[in-house]
Each structure stands twice: as structure tokens, then as C-alpha cells.
């Protein structure tokens, strides 16, 4: 199989991979400059702007991971993506419907990563079931099929949060663009 015929949860899940290990070394090199900066920087309460190069090794793992934070900014992208994948299929921008869904399975599979306790609701409920019918449905560019697995897409993240304890969450059909795209 060709790198452009390999699915497309493979390329989302390289580029969330290659995204967050490029914001990892953007904070570790920052750090590091801050901690050689020649002039001598301020101090607040006994914590220097080079807090992250003084902690040890299991330490500094255990604050990137905090920065780094947990399910919540995955769900934060995945609400993102969620809404842009839709007002692409709705306004017939199937190329971006289908980049959104990339990057929704993308943050998906990290965010999985970070917290796998997650990942039977997640596969059951949503990447194994009605996130790959959505594609089928942005592939075949067919709007009534879109909307239809959209709903279904839509059941299942709020069947998903149940299962996890969050039953609040309900999600809905997005009314709000966040992107001001031209419609094709």
C-alpha cells in the first residue's frame, strides 16, 4: 500500500503524533533558553522562569504530562474538529469534512495515549463505529447520508460521556461556525 492510499487514521494519527512532539520540543527548548539566558531573571515566590530544567528526570516527565494536560484537551479538539467536519459536509466542502475527520481521529488516538482508560468507550462507541461511517459518508459526498451519520455520530459521543460517567455532556448539532470558510 502507498503512502497515499494508506487510511487516513494512519496519516491523522502520524500528524498528531509529529504536532505534539513538535510542541514537546518547542517547551523543552524554550525552557533550556530561559534557563542559559544570560541576565539573571526575576523571581516569584522562589520559583525561577527555569522551573521545568531544575526538576529531575521522573519529575520533569510528570510536569510535561500536566502541561501537556489530559482528556479534556483532547475532548476540547474533538469539539473543534466535530463542528468543522460538519459545516463541511453540510456546505459540500467534502475535502475539508474529510481533513477534519483526519484530524478528529487524529486527536482521538492521542488523547487515547495520554489516557487509555478511556479507549473501550472510545473504540465501541465512536472510532470503530460511526466515526468510520461518517467517512464513508464524506467519501461518497452524499449531504443526506452525511447528516444521517452525523446523527449518529452525534448519539454516540453523548452515549460515549455516559458510559464514562459524564452523562451531562450531551452533544448536539453544531449551530455556530467557528471558521469564517468560503462555501464552495
Excluded at 510542541?23 to 534557563?35: M, N, P
Excluded at 523571581?43 to 525561577?48: K, R
Excluded at 484530524?103 to 473501550?120: D, F, I, S, T, V
Excluded at 461518497?140 to 459524564?166: V, W, Y
Aim: hydrophobic content about 40%; aromatic content about 8%; proline content about 5%.
Amino acid at each position: 500500500m502507498t503512502r497515499s492510499e494508506s487510511p487516513w487514521w494512519r496519516r491523522l494519527v502520524g500528524l498528531l503524533v509529529a504536532a505534539g512532539l513538535v510542541t514537546l520540543g518547542a517547551v523543552v527548548s524554550w525552557t533550556i533558553a530561559l534557563a542559559q539566558h544570560s541576565h539573571p531573571q526575576p523571581q516569584t515566590q522562589g520559583e525561577s522562569s527555569a522551573w521545568l530544567v531544575k526538576l529531575g528526570p521522573d519529575a520533569r516527565a510528570k510536569a510535561i504530562e500536566r502541561q501537556l494536560r489530559g482528556w479534556e484537551t483532547t475532548m476540547a479538539e474533538v469539539s473543534y474538529r466535530y463542528t468543522e467536519m460538519y459545516w463541511g459536509g453540510v456546505d459540500g466542502n467534502w475535502d475539508y469534512a474529510a481533513h477534519m475527520a483526519e484530524e478528529l481521529q487524529k486527536a482521538m488516538e492521542l488523547g487515547l495515549e495520554r489516557r487509555p482508560e478511556y479507549r473501550k468507550s472510545a473504540e465501541t462507541l465512536f472510532l470503530k463505529a460511526t466515526l468510520p461511517q461518517v467517512g464513508e459518508a464524506i467519501k461518497k459526498k452524499d449531504p443526506g447520508l452525511f447528516k444521517q451519520r452525523i446523527e449518529s455520530l452525534r448519539a454516540s459521543c453523548t452515549a460515549c460521556h455516559a458510559a464514562e460517567k459524564h452523562a451531562f455532556i450531551k452533544i448536539a448539532v453544531p449551530t455556530v461556525r467557528r471558521n469564517p470558510l468560503e462555501k464552495p
